[in-house]
């Protein structure tokens, strides 16, 4: 017999005790790991609407969204007259409504958008788009879930669109928005000569921040991100991560208390057994060691049903009709190292207490307890 | 004459901030291979003062050396505990769920020592005091004076010089309580261990080297 088969006995004799505690972890870690894969996937997805076949966003400067962003169209010819540039398409955001569903995304674009011809086409052809009177273009989820077909007449808001070709892509925001074309979305939305981004793809990548520089001289009003500088420093993702690792973590908080009060309870109900171990030789340090060799297996054991959760809530929720393929989790692995850190840590944390205790039992003293 | 064991001199100990005073200025001397009884009535602090031999608690006044260490300090009441002596409780006070190898384990493990050499010692230990064939048995499943041989098995892991004994025959039937005995008194004789019995049967304490009668936290010979 081991140390470590002295913490297994210990937890094998309060079963119930220690499953509270391997639960407490393992919810902790199925939310945390669950909501922040939501999260990195609609932020990839976000990100990849805005950087298909792109190296820079040119948008508003000081927005703090980006359907409130105006590049006027004079600025996006002149970034697209700019030497170096080979591409610039003007993206316009936009909420609308149709039947039952609130908030459908839609998108203007210039026929030349790359997206349009990345796309799977199951109805239409991408060459027709911009050219059919009253034409609207949905996304395969979004003909999906206004039940519309090609040909067919759809309501969206005040309006009334020919459904003119349905695609997929493989982003979840994409298939489930609707696409106009940039001049109809602009009249749609009442903002005529103006794109919320442009996304500028240069000849050659390496000269970016000369890019950047003369974009920004020349309109005081503009800035000019790289796709990775836009990712890191764009408020709303900075204020999902920041959330989704604060509920992550108060998650945890719970799941650390669980461990503190399995661990004190395991303590103050084998006092006697420590004064024992303590007799025979054990040293205050061995002792807190036992303590906390029990709260890692616990937090191990909980990290392990924790992912099985996890990975199975993802599942289920990314198959959710209910969701529409909106969800479409990401675990990196970093990710993954910081979650399995924090529970160790969480678990560790909850038995400082309980170790120091145990650690400062007094032989004699604790003889007498009964 | 063999050289002291255990050298105290005006012992003090008290509770409750002094107001409960236990032991009142004891001083002794026991020496080597010596089995030594602590005779008295429950209460006298005959436990106390076993407690203050095995570094288990430290005395309020007084100098006390036990096997050449200071047991006021923690770091050689670390080593009495682990290297110096083996404590055998009234209550045996093993590990529940543990097995009766394991239980023997734990002054090994505590202590560092070698796999084969525990796995020798307590084979060995084990032939010496009939348990043998209990090995594999958890201590739920063996009978009381099985148990208190466990509890002297354990106490013997390490091959201490002292072995301190606390009523170990207390909870025991007459007929078992005389066999522990027993087994205690070959254990001291033929292994040279010093033994210092805390009990308050006389016919136990008679059958030591050496008696001394604790009362009201004092020493006297009787």
Not at chain 1, 148 to 159: E, F, P, S, T, V
Not at chain 2, 78 to 100: E, K, M, S, W
Not at chain 2, 125 to 143: F, P, T
Request: aromatic share 8%; glycine share 10%; with cysteine.
């Amino acid at each position: 017999m081991g140390f470590l088969a002295l913490v297994f006995v210990n937890l094998r004799r309060h079963k119930l005790r220690a499953l509270i505690g391997v639960a407490g972890i393992g919810f902790g870690v199925a939310a945390m790991l669950a909501i922040l894969s939501i999260i990195n996937g609609a932020i990839g997805m976000f990100e990849r609407i805005l950087a298909v076949d792109s190296h820079y966003l040119v948008f508003e400067k000081n927005v703090s969204d980006l359907f409130f962003s105006s590049v006027p169209d004079e600025k996006t010819a002149a970034l697209r007259a700019m030497a170096g540039v080979e591409s610039a398409e003007p993206l316009l955001f936009g909420l609308v409504t149709s039947g039952d569903r609130p908030i459908i995304t839609c998108f203007g674009l210039e026929a030349t958008n790359p997206r349009l011809a990345r796309a799977k086409w199951s109805a239409g052809r991408r060459e027709d788009f911009g050219k059919i009177a009253d034409g609207i273009w949905l996304g395969a989820r979004a003909a999906e879930f206004l039940d519309a077909r090609a040909g067919r007449k759809i309501a969206i808001g005040k309006g009334e669109f020919t459904v003119a070709g349905i695609f997929s892509t493989e982003n979840g925001f994409e298939d489930g928005g609707v696409f106009l074309p940039l001049k109809d979305a602009q009249a749609f939305f009442h903002r005529e000569g103006v794109a919320s981004v442009v996304a500028v793809r240069l000849r050659d990548q390496a000269r970016g921040a000369a890019f950047k520089q003369a974009v920004e001289a020349a309109n005081p009003g503009l800035i000019a991100l790289e796709n990775r500088e836009f990712n890191q420093g764009y408020t709303q993702f900075r204020i999902l991560h920041f959330t989704a690792w604060a509920v992550g973590l108060c998650a945890f908080l719970l799941g650390g208390l669980g461990v503190a009060n399995t661990m004190l309870l395991s303590v103050f109900s084998r006092i006697r057994e420590i004064a024992v171990l303590r007799v025979c030789g054990f040293s205050p340090g061995q002792v807190a060691g036992l303590i906390f060799g029990e709260a890692v297996v616990i937090a191990a054991a909980g990290v392990a049903l924790g992912l099985v959760l996890g990975y199975a809530a993802l599942f289920a929720l990314q198959h959710a009709p209910l969701f529409n393929g909106y969800i479409q989790a990401i675990v990196k692995p970093g990710m993954l190292a910081g979650i399995v850190a924090t529970a160790l840590v969480t678990a560790v944390a909850g038995a400082l207490w309980p170790a120091r205790f145990a650690a400062r039992i007094q032989p004699a003293e604790a003889l007498r307890y009964e | 004459m063999s050289e002291p064991l255990i050298t105290a001199r005006d012992l003090r100990k008290g509770y409750d901030a002094g107001r409960v005073r236990v032991l009142d200025g004891v001083s002794l001397e026991v020496r080597a291979g010596e089995m030594v009884a602590l005779w008295g009535a429950s209460g006298s602090g005959k436990s106390t003062l076993l407690h203050l031999l095995g570094g288990l608690d430290v005395p309020d006044a007084g100098e006390l050396t036990v096997c050449g260490l200071d047991p006021r300090n923690e770091a050689h009441r670390l080593a009495l505990r682990r290297r110096h002596l083996g404590f055998v409780f009234q209550l045996h006070n093993l590990i529940p769920d543990l097995t009766v190898e394991e239980n023997l384990r734990v002054p090994a493990l505590a202590n560092g020592t070698p796999a084969a050499e525990t796995r020798a010692r307590l084979r060995e230990l084990a032939e010496a005091v009939g348990l043998a064939h209990r090995l594999e048995h958890r201590i739920q499943d063996i009978s009381g004076g099985e148990r208190q041989r466990t509890a002297i098995c354990r106490a013997l892991m390490n091959s201490p010089r002292l072995l301190l004994a606390d009523e170990p025959t207390g909870s025991l039937d007459e007929m078992t309580g005389d066999t522990v005995f027993a087994l205690l008194r070959q254990l001291g004789q033929t292994r040279g261990i010093t033994v210092v019995l805390a009990t308050h049967e006389r016919r136990f304490a008679e059958q030591c080297d050496r008696r001394l009668r604790v009362r009201s936290g004092r020493l006297e010979a009787a």
